[in-house]
């Protein structure tokens, strides 16, 4: 009785966990695809470091641990990592390359401050803040889980009602504001949705993982297609996929943490699309080489041999005279 | 006695380490590469776990060869995937270090239960331990090893941009040139990458990988605002992150915090104040000059205005004070201001309610009309 309670219980657990990692794998994927378009690939890596203050000052201010309220402190830290590049980029000469830098380190650096200040202060609630730095996929519970669903379906949600401008937005901005699109805003909300894709999957993968949940799925459904729905929609399911397997292969062997392997199975699936995609894909693009060369080939000799019948018939015609 | 020396060793330790790693921050920055030394940052655990399996001692050289060595492997992954053309350089770079930084961690949490290698520590560092790791020769305790690594981390690091100055500035600024004069800017190029690979894994030691892009990019980008001169900027830098770590680091001991961290936050807190005082670029000048350029522009308009109309029937209205506002379509508090400036500047005389040119107005109208 004791064992099947344990079972059920454990496997209770691993639903959790599961669910919650194919739910973030789908949001981040999809959502991840308008940074990976937009080469905004590490922006995301910025803003799920800079998210740590946040974290810290949320915590502070409610003394709670509450997923939402944490998750909330965590969004407006990232809205101001990305204002802070986005600031040093256009006031200053640095590049954007060197401003997503400052910003990730400090940030990161601010956010240590606050944990080790919070940790000095004996707050014995405290304990378990750290897991947003390496994520702790193993500990979601049913309302982090529900909090992922909610606040993920919503910016889903609007990603679908803005669907035709974002498109636009991604591909020619400099069209959508000719034709009278608030192009800001749009690249306000933009933001604002990967920021929100970032924050809620902290908890589960860490800071530092988390750039790689947003363009790893991306990068892999791009191989496979050249139109945003679809890229969309398969980013989403690698990223859920991903989510699952990673998740079950880290249960099913002890002392292997969930999200690295989340994160390499993602990996495995764009190495796998890389190399085997249709159209684009490495294999594809050799096999097609060889051919090319091959027809070339053919085109040169059979030209070859034209010209050099034609040069005989003009020498012959030369002799002639 | 003991805590004084130790405070006082920290605050060397966290000096050198911050001026071995602004070195090659500075090509990092100029050669928009920054986020390649967060990519290194993070993808040599690997190699550093599996050189700490293999020599079961953390302050082993052999970790900071295997850690080299795949940092550079790290710049060859992204540059292949890159040259596949199928992935954009951002994503290379965000689709290789996570998965090197995952093999690390599985790594670490699978086989290393009875070994004291903590992610933890990987990742964050403490500087506050750095100090009480001593190098042992013969059973004498000659000095942190952390003090060594980055001390010998530093004088390669100038060594190298001495020997190769004229190579690094030209492959920096133009590699292209480089190439065509036979420079190998591939050559120049890996040989930075080692050189960041080998100063990142010495630091992270002391600060963490993470922090140690803040010690990277933080000083040179700060130095990269006050200076357009190459041999300034490697100066500056190293000057600005001495000064980070040094205030950075009796901070978080008046505060009894994070060091690493708070020299990052200090870090941010210079590059901002930099960059809002520094002159010609900060933004308080850039404001300025707004304003001065707009004041300059109403006089020059004012003068222009009365000029044109000087001598003319409808003088007498056009130069009334109380018109200008109609005349010139400005706000009449704006027109007012316009006015005093102008008259301290002797560009016009007032006489009652009218307006009139002095030599120097009149002749700064005809300046500003030919050009």
Not at chain 1, 202 to 225: D, E, F, I, K, Y
Not at chain 1, 298 to 313: D, G, P
Request: aromatic share 8%.
């Amino acid at each position: 009785m004791l064992d099947f309670f344990f079972l059920t219980r454990f496997d209770y657990t691993l639903m959790v966990v599961s669910i919650g990692a194919a739910l973030l794998g789908a949001i981040s994927g999809a959502l991840g695809t308008y940074a990976v378009l937009r080469r905004q690939s590490l922006l995301g890596d910025t803003i799920s470091h800079a998210a740590l203050p946040g974290i810290a000052i949320a915590f502070m201010l409610t003394g709670s641990k509450t997923p939402l309220i944490l998750v909330l402190g965590a969004a407006i830290a990232g809205w101001i990592a990305t204002l802070f590049v986005v600031g040093i980029v256009r006031l200053t000469r640095i590049k954007y390359d060197s401003a997503l830098g400052i910003v990730l380190s400090t940030f990161f650096g601010f956010g240590l401050v606050l944990l080790s200040w919070i940790q000095h202060q004996g707050n014995a609630n405290q304990a378990g803040l750290d897991t947003f730095i390496f994520g702790q996929a193993a500990t979601l519970l049913q309302r982090d889980v529900l909090t992922i669903g909610i606040l993920g379906g919503l910016a889903l949600l609007i990603t679908s009602i803005l669907w035709k401008e974002l498109k636009l937005l991604v591909f020619d901005e400099g069209f959508a504001a000719s034709i009278g699109l608030p192009t800001r805003l749009l690249d306000i909300v933009l933001t604002s949705l990967l920021v929100i894709a970032i924050v809620i999957g902290l908890q589960a993968v860490g800071a530092v993982l988390m750039s790689a949940m947003l363009v790893a799925p991306a990068v892999a459904a791009r191989q496979w297609t050249n139109r945003l729905n679809l890229m969309v929609i398969l980013a989403g399911c690698f990223g859920a996929f991903s989510g699952v397997v990673g998740t079950f292969i880290s249960s099913s062997a002890t002392a292997i943490p969930t999200g690295p392997t989340i994160i390499l199975c993602v990996t495995f699936m764009v190495v796998f699309s890389m190399a085997l995609a249709p159209n684009r894909g490495l294999l594809w693009n050799s096999i097609k080489q060889s051919r090319n060369r091959h027809s070339l080939k053919l085109a040169t000799s059979s030209l070859v041999k034209s010209t050099s019948v034609n040069n005989r018939i003009e020498e012959n015609d030369n002799r002639k005279y | 006695m003991i805590t004084e020396n130790i405070n006082l060793l920290t605050a060397i330790i966290a000096i050198v380490t911050a001026s071995a790693c602004a070195l090659p921050g500075v090509f990092l920055v100029l050669r928009r590469m920054t986020l390649m030394s967060d990519a290194i940052s993070h993808a040599i655990l690997p190699g550093i776990v599996l050189a700490f399996f293999l020599t079961h001692s953390v302050s082993s050289p052999l970790l900071i060869v295997a850690a080299t060595a795949t940092g550079i492997l790290t710049v060859v992954f992204v540059e292949l995937l890159q040259k596949t053309k199928l992935v954009k350089e951002d994503a290379a770079i965000g689709l290789t270090f996570p998965a090197l930084f995952s093999i690390g961690v599985i790594l670490i949490s699978r086989y290393s239960k009875n070994i004291h290698l903590d992610i933890d520590a990987v990742l964050l560092g403490e500087l506050a331990y750095a100090p009480l790791n001593q190098l042992d020769i013969n059973g004498r305790e000659i000095g942190p090893v952390a003090l060594y690594v980055m001390g010998f981390m530093f004088v390669l690091n100038v060594t190298f941009i001495l020997v190769f100055y004229k190579e690094l500035k030209l492959v920096t600024f133009d590699a292209s040139l480089a190439a065509t004069l036979g420079f190998a800017p591939t050559l120049i190029h890996y040989g930075l990458m080692a050189l960041v690979s080998m100063t990142t894994v010495g630091a992270f030691d002391a600060v963490g990988s993470i922090l140690v892009v803040a010690l990277i990019v933080g000083p040179p980008a700060t130095a990269y605002l006050m200076t357009d001169s190459l041999t300034r900027m490697l100066i500056l830098s190293v000057i600005i992150g001495s000064i980070n770590a040094l205030s950075g680091y009796w901070l978080s001991i008046f505060l009894n915090v994070s060091i690493a961290g708070t020299i990052a936050s200090v870090t941010l807190l210079v590059f901002v104040l930099v960059f809002l005082i520094v002159p010609n670029r900060g933004l308080v000048s850039i404001a300025r000059r707004h304003i001065r350029q707009k004041w300059e522009f109403a006089q020059t308009m004012l003068v222009i205005h009365l000029f044109n109309h000087e001598g003319l029937p409808e003088a007498q209205e056009e130069s009334e004070i109380a018109h200008l506002h109609e005349h010139l379509r400005w706000e009449p508090s704006f027109a007012l201001r316009v006015v005093k400036n102008a008259l301290n500047n002797r560009y016009v005389l007032q006489e009652a309610s009218q307006l009139m040119l002095t030599e120097r107005g009149r002749a700064k109208a005809q300046r500003a009309l030919v050009q």
